[in-house]
Protein backbone atom coordinates (compact mmCIF):
# COMPACT_ATOMS: atom_id res chain seq x y z
CA UNK A 1 0.00 0.00 0.00
CA UNK A 2 3.12 2.14 0.78
CA UNK A 3 4.69 1.86 -2.59
CA UNK A 4 1.26 2.53 -4.40
CA UNK A 5 0.89 5.81 -2.67
CA UNK A 6 4.33 5.96 -3.43
CA UNK A 7 4.23 5.58 -7.11
CA UNK A 8 1.28 7.73 -7.49
CA UNK A 9 2.83 10.72 -5.72
CA UNK A 10 5.60 10.44 -7.85
CA UNK A 11 3.94 10.35 -11.04
CA UNK A 12 1.48 13.01 -10.64
CA UNK A 13 4.36 15.49 -9.68
CA UNK A 14 6.71 14.34 -12.75
CA UNK A 15 3.54 15.01 -14.54
CA UNK A 16 2.48 18.31 -12.79
CA UNK A 17 1.79 20.31 -15.77
CA UNK A 18 -0.58 18.53 -18.03
CA UNK A 19 -0.74 19.17 -21.96
CA UNK A 20 -4.23 20.27 -21.60
CA UNK A 21 -2.78 23.02 -18.68
CA UNK A 22 0.16 23.56 -20.77
CA UNK A 23 -2.36 24.79 -24.08
CA UNK A 24 -4.44 27.38 -21.42
CA UNK A 25 -1.30 28.37 -19.84
CA UNK A 26 0.69 29.33 -23.34
CA UNK A 27 -2.75 30.43 -24.74
CA UNK A 28 -2.86 33.29 -22.28
CA UNK A 29 0.99 34.07 -22.64
CA UNK A 30 0.06 34.38 -26.11
CA UNK A 31 -2.59 36.79 -25.38
CA UNK A 32 -0.24 38.88 -23.33
CA UNK A 33 -2.39 37.46 -20.26
CA UNK A 34 0.61 38.05 -18.30
CA UNK A 35 1.19 41.88 -18.73
CA UNK A 36 3.82 41.81 -21.24
CA UNK A 37 3.99 44.19 -24.15
CA UNK A 38 3.49 42.26 -27.09
CA UNK A 39 7.15 43.52 -28.71
CA UNK A 40 8.58 41.74 -25.55
CA UNK A 41 6.86 38.75 -25.99
CA UNK A 42 7.61 38.47 -29.45
CA UNK A 43 10.83 39.41 -29.28
CA UNK A 44 11.41 36.73 -26.41
CA UNK A 45 10.66 34.01 -28.67
CA UNK A 46 11.76 34.83 -32.38
CA UNK A 47 15.14 35.62 -33.60
CA UNK A 48 15.66 39.29 -35.23
CA UNK A 49 14.74 39.57 -39.08
CA UNK A 50 17.41 39.35 -41.36
CA UNK A 51 19.50 42.41 -42.83
CA UNK A 52 20.47 41.07 -46.07
CA UNK A 53 18.63 38.55 -48.30
CA UNK A 54 21.63 35.98 -48.03
CA UNK A 55 21.08 32.81 -46.73
CA UNK A 56 21.34 32.66 -42.48
CA UNK A 57 22.12 30.17 -39.94
CA UNK A 58 19.12 29.48 -37.80
CA UNK A 59 19.84 28.94 -33.95
CA UNK A 60 21.45 25.89 -33.20
CA UNK A 61 19.06 24.96 -29.98
CA UNK A 62 16.16 23.48 -31.00
CA UNK A 63 13.24 25.05 -29.92
CA UNK A 64 10.20 22.69 -27.72
CA UNK A 65 6.74 22.72 -29.53
CA UNK A 66 4.52 25.12 -27.29
CA UNK A 67 2.29 22.27 -26.08
CA UNK A 68 4.87 19.69 -25.71
CA UNK A 69 4.66 17.74 -22.54
CA UNK A 70 8.62 18.26 -20.93
CA UNK A 71 9.10 14.91 -19.53
CA UNK A 72 10.65 12.74 -22.32
CA UNK A 73 9.38 9.11 -22.37
CA UNK A 74 6.39 9.10 -20.79
CA UNK A 75 4.56 6.80 -23.62
CA UNK A 76 7.65 4.14 -23.34
CA UNK A 77 7.01 4.03 -19.39
CA UNK A 78 3.33 3.95 -19.78
CA UNK A 79 3.14 1.52 -22.50
CA UNK A 80 5.85 -0.56 -21.01
CA UNK A 81 3.93 -0.32 -17.38
CA UNK A 82 0.54 -1.25 -18.76
CA UNK A 83 1.72 -4.04 -20.69
CA UNK A 84 3.67 -5.60 -17.85
CA UNK A 85 1.09 -5.07 -15.43
CA UNK A 86 -1.60 -6.81 -17.88
CA UNK A 87 0.36 -9.70 -18.60
CA UNK A 88 1.11 -10.23 -15.16
CA UNK A 89 -2.43 -9.97 -13.91
CA UNK A 90 -3.64 -12.78 -16.30
CA UNK A 91 -0.45 -14.99 -15.58
CA UNK A 92 -1.58 -14.65 -11.96
CA UNK A 93 -5.21 -15.38 -12.38
CA UNK A 94 -4.84 -17.51 -15.00
CA UNK A 95 -2.39 -19.95 -12.93
CA UNK A 96 -4.91 -19.73 -10.06
CA UNK A 97 -7.62 -20.63 -12.42
CA UNK A 98 -5.91 -23.61 -13.53
CA UNK A 99 -5.11 -24.98 -10.24
CA UNK A 100 -1.53 -24.40 -9.78
CA UNK A 101 0.69 -24.11 -6.74
CA UNK A 102 1.90 -20.43 -5.84
CA UNK A 103 5.17 -21.69 -6.31
CA UNK A 104 4.35 -22.42 -9.57
CA UNK A 105 2.77 -19.29 -10.71
CA UNK A 106 5.61 -17.42 -8.81
CA UNK A 107 8.20 -19.02 -10.93
CA UNK A 108 6.66 -18.76 -14.42
CA UNK A 109 5.22 -15.60 -13.87
CA UNK A 110 8.60 -14.09 -13.43
CA UNK A 111 10.53 -16.35 -15.70
CA UNK A 112 8.20 -14.78 -18.26
CA UNK A 113 8.41 -11.30 -16.39
CA UNK A 114 11.98 -11.10 -16.91
CA UNK A 115 11.94 -12.55 -20.76
CA UNK A 116 8.78 -10.14 -21.58
CA UNK A 117 10.36 -7.05 -20.27
CA UNK A 118 13.88 -7.79 -22.35
CA UNK A 119 12.62 -8.82 -25.33
CA UNK A 120 10.01 -5.50 -24.92
CA UNK A 121 12.93 -3.23 -24.52
CA UNK A 122 15.30 -4.17 -27.05
CA UNK A 123 12.25 -4.47 -29.57
CA UNK A 124 11.50 -0.71 -28.47
CA UNK A 125 15.62 0.08 -28.76
CA UNK A 126 15.58 -1.38 -32.27
CA UNK A 127 12.28 0.32 -33.75
CA UNK A 128 13.37 3.46 -32.31
CA UNK A 129 16.49 2.84 -33.84
CA UNK A 130 15.19 2.57 -37.16
CA UNK A 131 13.24 6.12 -36.95
CA UNK A 132 15.98 7.94 -35.88
CA UNK A 133 18.23 6.35 -38.50
CA UNK A 134 15.37 7.12 -40.96
CA UNK A 135 14.88 11.22 -39.36
CA UNK A 136 19.18 11.63 -39.51
CA UNK A 137 19.23 11.12 -43.15
CA UNK A 138 16.52 12.46 -44.13
CA UNK A 139 17.42 15.61 -42.18
CA UNK A 140 21.01 15.99 -44.30
CA UNK A 141 19.28 14.84 -47.48
CA UNK A 142 16.80 18.23 -47.00
CA UNK A 143 19.71 19.88 -45.75
CA UNK A 144 22.10 18.52 -48.65
CA UNK A 145 19.64 19.65 -51.22
CA UNK A 146 18.82 23.13 -50.05
CA UNK A 147 22.48 24.20 -50.52
CA UNK A 148 22.83 22.58 -53.59
CA UNK A 149 19.28 23.39 -55.25
CA UNK A 150 18.08 25.94 -53.49
CA UNK A 151 15.97 27.57 -55.98
CA UNK A 152 14.28 23.59 -56.66
CA UNK A 153 13.92 23.51 -53.11
CA UNK A 154 11.76 27.01 -52.54
CA UNK A 155 9.52 25.83 -55.56
CA UNK A 156 8.74 22.28 -53.99
CA UNK A 157 7.31 24.37 -51.06
CA UNK A 158 6.09 26.82 -52.86
CA UNK A 159 3.95 24.55 -54.38
CA UNK A 160 3.29 22.62 -51.29
CA UNK A 161 1.95 25.87 -50.20
CA UNK A 162 -0.68 26.23 -53.04
CA UNK A 163 -2.22 22.96 -52.17
CA UNK A 164 -2.33 24.19 -48.45
CA UNK A 165 -4.98 26.88 -50.08
CA UNK A 166 -1.93 29.63 -49.93
CA UNK A 167 -2.44 31.91 -52.90
CA UNK A 168 0.70 32.25 -54.94
CA UNK A 169 2.01 35.86 -54.52
CA UNK A 170 1.83 34.51 -50.43
CA UNK A 171 3.37 31.39 -51.25
CA UNK A 172 6.38 32.94 -52.61
CA UNK A 173 6.91 35.53 -50.18
CA UNK A 174 6.34 33.20 -47.16
CA UNK A 175 9.04 30.53 -48.81
CA UNK A 176 11.51 33.74 -49.50
CA UNK A 177 11.48 34.52 -45.92
CA UNK A 178 11.77 31.28 -44.12
CA UNK A 179 14.56 30.14 -46.56
CA UNK A 180 17.06 32.63 -45.89
CA UNK A 181 17.11 30.47 -42.13
CA UNK A 182 19.38 27.39 -43.44
CA UNK A 183 18.30 24.91 -40.06
CA UNK A 184 14.77 26.55 -39.24
CA UNK A 185 13.75 26.35 -42.92
CA UNK A 186 15.52 22.65 -43.17
CA UNK A 187 13.81 21.70 -39.99
CA UNK A 188 10.67 22.81 -41.53
CA UNK A 189 10.68 21.00 -44.67
CA UNK A 190 11.27 18.06 -42.57
CA UNK A 191 8.03 18.80 -40.65
CA UNK A 192 5.45 20.14 -43.17
CA UNK A 193 6.36 18.80 -46.53
CA UNK A 194 7.83 15.45 -45.67
CA UNK A 195 6.00 15.02 -42.39
CA UNK A 196 9.15 13.19 -40.77
CA UNK A 197 9.61 13.95 -37.02
CA UNK A 198 13.20 15.86 -36.18
CA UNK A 199 16.25 13.36 -34.94
CA UNK A 200 16.12 12.72 -31.10
CA UNK A 201 19.49 12.25 -30.71
CA UNK A 202 21.94 8.96 -30.88
CA UNK A 203 21.19 8.04 -27.06
CA UNK A 204 17.11 8.13 -27.25
CA UNK A 205 16.73 4.65 -28.82
CA UNK A 206 18.56 3.85 -25.99
CA UNK A 207 16.78 5.12 -23.23
CA UNK A 208 13.37 4.51 -24.70
CA UNK A 209 14.09 1.00 -25.00
CA UNK A 210 15.63 1.26 -20.90
CA UNK A 211 12.53 2.90 -20.25
CA UNK A 212 10.22 0.44 -21.78
CA UNK A 213 12.24 -2.49 -19.82
CA UNK A 214 12.31 -1.49 -16.95
CA UNK A 215 8.89 0.21 -16.20
CA UNK A 216 6.91 -3.47 -17.61
CA UNK A 217 9.44 -4.95 -14.88
CA UNK A 218 8.65 -2.52 -12.38
CA UNK A 219 4.58 -2.46 -12.74
CA UNK A 220 4.54 -6.48 -13.93
CA UNK A 221 5.69 -7.34 -10.84
CA UNK A 222 3.34 -5.84 -8.32
CA UNK A 223 0.54 -8.55 -9.18
CA UNK A 224 2.87 -11.14 -7.96
CA UNK A 225 3.88 -9.28 -4.61
CA UNK A 226 0.43 -11.53 -3.78
CA UNK A 227 1.47 -14.84 -4.74
CA UNK A 228 4.97 -13.88 -3.15
CA UNK A 229 3.79 -12.92 0.09
CA UNK A 230 1.40 -15.95 0.25
CA UNK A 231 4.70 -18.20 -0.90
CA UNK A 232 6.70 -16.85 1.80
CA UNK A 233 3.88 -17.25 4.37
CA UNK A 234 3.32 -21.05 3.59
CA UNK A 235 7.30 -21.30 3.29
CA UNK A 236 7.88 -19.96 7.05
CA UNK A 237 4.33 -20.90 8.82
CA UNK A 238 3.51 -24.14 6.56
CA UNK A 239 1.77 -25.36 3.47
CA UNK A 240 -1.46 -24.15 5.15
CA UNK A 241 -1.07 -20.86 4.96
CA UNK A 242 -1.48 -20.64 1.01
CA UNK A 243 -4.37 -19.07 0.62
CA UNK A 244 -5.06 -18.54 -3.21
CA UNK A 245 -7.78 -15.61 -2.07
CA UNK A 246 -5.62 -14.27 -0.12
CA UNK A 247 -2.53 -13.94 -2.84
CA UNK A 248 -5.66 -12.78 -5.56
CA UNK A 249 -6.86 -10.25 -3.40
CA UNK A 250 -3.75 -8.57 -3.21
CA UNK A 251 -2.79 -8.90 -6.40
CA UNK A 252 -6.37 -7.17 -7.32
CA UNK A 253 -5.75 -4.59 -5.72
CA UNK A 254 -2.63 -3.55 -6.36
CA UNK A 255 -3.17 -4.06 -10.17
CA UNK A 256 -6.30 -2.07 -10.00
CA UNK A 257 -4.83 1.33 -7.99
CA UNK A 258 -1.89 0.66 -10.44
CA UNK A 259 -4.29 0.69 -13.64
CA UNK A 260 -6.06 3.83 -12.26
CA UNK A 261 -2.91 5.38 -11.83
CA UNK A 262 -1.59 5.07 -15.32
CA UNK A 263 -4.17 5.97 -16.75
CA UNK A 264 -4.71 8.99 -15.14
CA UNK A 265 -1.06 9.63 -16.30
CA UNK A 266 -1.23 8.59 -19.73
CA UNK A 267 -4.65 10.76 -19.69
CA UNK A 268 -2.86 14.06 -18.35
CA UNK A 269 0.39 13.60 -20.91
CA UNK A 270 -1.83 12.94 -24.08
CA UNK A 271 -3.86 16.17 -23.13
CA UNK A 272 -7.12 14.90 -21.57
CA UNK A 273 -9.70 17.13 -19.64
CA UNK A 274 -11.48 13.67 -18.07
CA UNK A 275 -8.05 11.81 -16.72
CA UNK A 276 -9.93 9.94 -13.80
CA UNK A 277 -12.76 8.98 -16.70
CA UNK A 278 -10.04 7.45 -18.69
CA UNK A 279 -8.20 6.18 -15.74
CA UNK A 280 -11.50 4.22 -14.71
CA UNK A 281 -11.78 3.05 -18.24
CA UNK A 282 -8.17 1.51 -17.97
CA UNK A 283 -9.82 0.10 -14.75
CA UNK A 284 -12.31 -1.53 -16.56
CA UNK A 285 -10.09 -2.87 -19.27
CA UNK A 286 -7.65 -4.44 -16.73
CA UNK A 287 -10.71 -6.22 -14.77
CA UNK A 288 -12.13 -7.59 -17.76
CA UNK A 289 -8.69 -9.50 -19.19
CA UNK A 290 -8.48 -10.24 -15.48
CA UNK A 291 -12.04 -12.35 -15.57
CA UNK A 292 -11.57 -13.29 -19.53
CA UNK A 293 -7.71 -15.04 -18.26
CA UNK A 294 -9.78 -16.45 -14.85
CA UNK A 295 -12.63 -17.86 -17.02
CA UNK A 296 -10.47 -19.52 -19.64
CA UNK A 297 -7.89 -21.13 -17.49
CA UNK A 298 -10.64 -23.12 -15.64
CA UNK A 299 -12.53 -23.79 -18.97
CA UNK A 300 -9.14 -25.53 -20.35
CA UNK A 301 -8.68 -26.92 -17.35
CA UNK A 302 -11.62 -28.50 -17.52
CA UNK A 303 -11.99 -29.83 -20.72
CA UNK A 304 -8.36 -30.95 -20.71
CA UNK A 305 -9.29 -33.16 -17.45
CA UNK A 306 -12.16 -34.81 -19.49
Not at 76 to 97: D, P, Q, R, W
Not at 187 to 214: K, Q
Request: charged letters at 15%; glycine letters at 8%; aromatic letters at 8%.
Amino acid sequence: GMLLVLVAFGGYCWLDYGRAELADSYRNRSHYGDEVAPSEFCEARAPSPPRTDELQPAPSPALQPALQVNRQYVAEVVSGGLNGLLMMIATVLGGIGADLSGRSIFAMGSASLAAYSLSAGFGTFLIESVREEFSVAQLAEERSEVQQVPEEEMKEMICHYRKRGISKDDAQTVASVLSRYETFWVEHMMSEELGVPLPRGAEAPIISGLATSASLLFFGALPLLGVASSVALSRWRGPQWYRPQFSTSVSLALSAGVLLLLGVLLSRAAGSRAPCINGLLMLINGCAASLLSFWLSQVLTALSHR
